[in-house]
C-alpha cells in the first residue's frame, strides 16, 4: 500500500506528466467559471419571473406551457441528450467502454444547450435546480480536454468524467468537501479512482475559483440551530424516517413517471411539455406562488424562520419538480428537493412543538435529500457545508442514514443510476427495467 502511494505520488509530481496536472486543474477552473455563471444567470432567471408574477398572477399560466415547449423544441433539435438533471447522463457515461460511446453524452454542444436551456426553464417558472446540470457541464467541460494530453494510466477517462462532475457540485454549493464525497459516494459507485490526487486537484480548484468570484458564501447562510444528543432521538427518527418515506417515494414516481410518460413524450413532445406547463402554473397558484424555481430563496425563508411558508408548501413543492422532470427540459432536482425538504420541516416542526424549529428544518433537508438521492455521506455532507452548521454532525449523519435506509426499502435502486438506463444500450444497462 505504502509503495502504491509512493508511486502514485512521484507520478502526480513527475516532469513528463505536468500536462496531466494542468489538465485537471484549467478544467476545474473552467467548470468554476461556468458554475458562477450558472449561479448569477439562475438568480435573475428566478427574480424576473417573480417580478412578472407580482405584477398579474396569471402570468405563468401562459408563460410556463409556452416555455416549456420552447425548451422541448430547442433541446430535440439542437440539443438532444441535454434533457433532465445531467446526472444519469454521466453515470451511464462510466458504464459506457468506448470514447465514442461517451462523446454522444458529454458534448460542448450539449453543455452550451445545458447552461442556455436551464435557464430558460428557470425563466419559466418550472421547479428545477442548476446543480444537477453544472454536474452535466462540468463532467463534459473535463472530457473534452483528453484530447490535449495522452494519459499514461488506464481508464483516465472515467477520472476525468468523475472530476468533472465532482468540480460541478463543489462549484455549484461552494461545498468543496461534498464533492469530493459526492464523487466517491455515487458517481464511482463501481469504479476506483486510483487518481485521486488529479480528481482532488480538479475540484479544490473549481471550488477555489467559485469562490473567489461570489465569495466565501454558505449556500443557505449560517444558522445557529442547535439541540442536546439526548433530545435530538425524537426529532431524528421522525425525520428521518418521514422525509426518507416521501423521499423514496418520490424517486419511485419519478422513475415509474418517466417510463410510463415516456412514449407519449416521444409521440407528442410539446403536448406533454404543454400539460406539465399548465400543471406547474396551477401548481404555482395553489401555493401561492411559491413552487416556482429552484426553491432557493424559500428554502432559506424557512431556515431563517422569516416569511410565512404554510405547511404544505412541502408537498406542493414535491408535486411541482415532479411535473417539472416529467415535462423533459434539462434541470436537476438537488436544489428543488433541499426546498422540499425544508417546506416538510415546516410541517413536522408543527408536531414536534417542544423541539428547536432550526434543528427539525435541517434534520427534514438531509432526511430528505438523502430519501431522494440515496447517498446520506453526500446528504449530510452538502448540508453541513452550505449551511455553515457544525455541531450537528451527528443528528445530521444518523437522519441521512436512517433516511437512506427507508428509501431504499421504497425504491430498491438509486434513482440516478436508475435513470441513467435510459443513456444506455439493452446490453449495457445497469439494472435493465427491473427494479
Not at 19 to 28: D, E, P, R, S, Y
Not at 389 to 409: N, W, Y
Request: glycine share 10%; charged share 15%.
Amino acid at each position: 500500500m505504502r509503495k502504491h502511494i509512493e508511486t502514485s505520488s512521484r507520478w502526480l509530481i513527475s516532469h513528463k506528466d505536468w500536462k496531466a496536472n494542468l489538465v485537471f486543474m484549467l478544467g476545474g477552473a473552467a467548470v468554476g467559471l461556468v458554475a458562477v455563471f450558472m449561479a448569477v444567470s439562475s438568480d435573475w432567471a428566478n427574480h424576473t419571473f417573480f417580478h412578472m408574477v407580482e405584477k398579474n398572477s396569471y402570468f405563468p399560466f401562459i408563460v410556463s406551457p409556452l416555455g416549456l415547449i420552447l425548451i422541448v423544441y430547442l433541446t430535440r433539435k439542437y440539443f438532444p441528450g441535454a434533457e433532465g438533471s445531467g446526472i444519469p447522463q454521466v453515470v451511464a457515461t462510466l458504464e459506457l467502454g468506448h470514447e465514442k460511446e461517451r462523446s454522444v453524452l458529454l458534448t460542448m454542444r450539449i453543455a452550451f444547450g445545458k447552461v442556455m436551456l436551464c435557464i430558460l426553464g428557470l425563466l419559466s417558472g418550472a421547479s428545477i435546480g442548476r446543480e444537477g446540470p453544472t454536474v452535466h457541464v462540468g463532467a463534459a467541460i473535463m472530457f473534452s480536454l483528453r484530447r490535449f494530453v495522452r494519459f499514461r494510466m488506464y481508464d483516465m477517462e472515467r477520472v476525468l468524467i468523475i472530476a468533472g462532475g465532482a468540480a460541478g457540485v463543489a462549484a455549484a454549493f461552494n461545498t468543496p468537501l461534498a464533492g469530493i464525497v459526492f464523487a466517491i459516494e455515487e458517481l464511482s459507485r463501481s469504479f476506483e479512482v486510483r487518481t485521486r490526487g488529479l480528481m482532488l486537484a480538479g475540484v479544490m480548484v473549481a471550488a477555489i475559483v467559485a469562490i473567489a468570484i461570489l465569495g466565501d458564501y454558505t449556500y443557505f447562510g449560517s444558522t445557529s440551530a442547535t439541540i442536546d444528543l439526548e433530545n435530538a432521538v425524537i426529532p431524528v427518527l421522525v425525520c428521518g424516517i418521514v422525509c426518507g418515506l416521501l423521499g423514496g417515494v418520490f424517486s419511485l414516481m419519478l422513475i415509474h413517471g418517466s417510463r410510463l410518460v415516456s412514449p407519449f413524450r416521444n409521440q407528442n413532445p410539446y403536448v406533454v411539455a404543454g400539460l406539465c406547463g399548465l400543471a406547474i402554473a396551477f401548481i404555482g397558484f395553489s401555493s401561492g406562488h411559491l413552487t416556482y424555481g429552484s426553491g432557493y430563496e424559500e428554502a432559506k425563508s424557512i431556515m431563517n424562520n422569516t416569511g410565512e411558508i404554510g405547511a404544505e408548501y412541502g408537498y406542493l413543492k414535491l408535486l411541482a419538480t415532479f411535473v417539472s422532470y416529467l415535462s423533459g427540459i434539462p434541470g436537476g432536482i438537488f436544489a428543488p428537493s433541499l426546498a422540499t425538504g425544508a417546506g416538510i420541516g415546516v410541517h413536522i416542526s408543527e408536531w414536534l412543538v417542544n423541539y428547536p424549529y432550526g434543528a427539525i428544518i435541517l434534520f427534514a433537508m438531509v432526511g430528505y435529500f438523502a430519501g431522494v438521492v440515496q447517498a446520506p455521506i453526500t446528504a449530510f455532507v452538502i448540508v453541513m457545508e452550505m449551511t455553515d452548521q457544525h455541531e450537528l454532525i451527528m443528528p445530521l449523519m444518523v437522519t441521512a442514514f436512517i433516511a437512506t435506509g427507508i428509501s431504499k426499502s421504497i425504491c430498491k435502486t438509486p434513482i440516478y443510476t436508475t435513470l441513467a438506463d435510459n443513456f444506455l444500450p439493452d446490453d449495457k444497462k445497469i439494472f435493465g427495467k427491473k427494479e
